[in-house]
């Protein structure tokens, strides 16, 4: 039987890029990992309103994710001389980091798995537990 990885990071980034309404309405993505002297910014994108939106992809966020993203959001702000978003798109999400995010004026987008992954349910529902053999 062959091995796959399914549902990390990479497909949530090809993900919002191929489909940006999983993360908002009216998204247009400029670019994907843009390099900054901050490191590389996973999506760089416009919203509707035509502000500059930094977007963080991770599957297990933590603080260091947060902080990531406010790096990213500064260093874009410092070069264009305008406000930019932050938007941190996780399928989950504590409370804690939450609270962190909103502390910085940074956003959350619950994005679903099975919204990324079109066969995700099915990938979960055939793999085997040890109480299954």
């Known amino acids: 039987s062959e091995f796959k990885v399914a549902g990390h990071d990479g497909d949530i980034h090809v993900a919002s890029e191929e ?4 993360v908002e309405e009216g998204l247009k993505v400029i670019e994907r990992e843009k390099e900054t ?4 910014i996973d999506v760089f994108s416009r919203d509707e309103k035509d502000n500059y939106v930094v977007i963080e992809v991770k599957r297990n966020p933590d603080y260091n994710t947060v902080l990531q993203l406010q790096r990213y959001v500064d260093e874009i702000k410092d070069e264009f001389r305008i406000d930019v978003r932050g938007i941190l798109v996780a399928p989950k999400m504590t409370d804690k980091i939450l609270d ?3 502390e910085r004026d940074l956003e959350f987008v619950d994005v679903e798995m099975s919204d990324v992954i079109n066969s ?7 793999q085997k537990g040890l109480s299954d053999f």
Not at 19 to 22: D, H, L, S, T, V
Not at 37 to 40: N, R, S, T
Not at 120 to 126: E, G, I, T
């Open 120 to 126: 995700y349910d099915a990938l979960d529902d055939s």
């Open 37 to 40: 002297p901050a490191g590389i």
């Open 100 to 102: 962190y995010l909103e």
């Open 19 to 22: 489909e940006p309404e999983i």
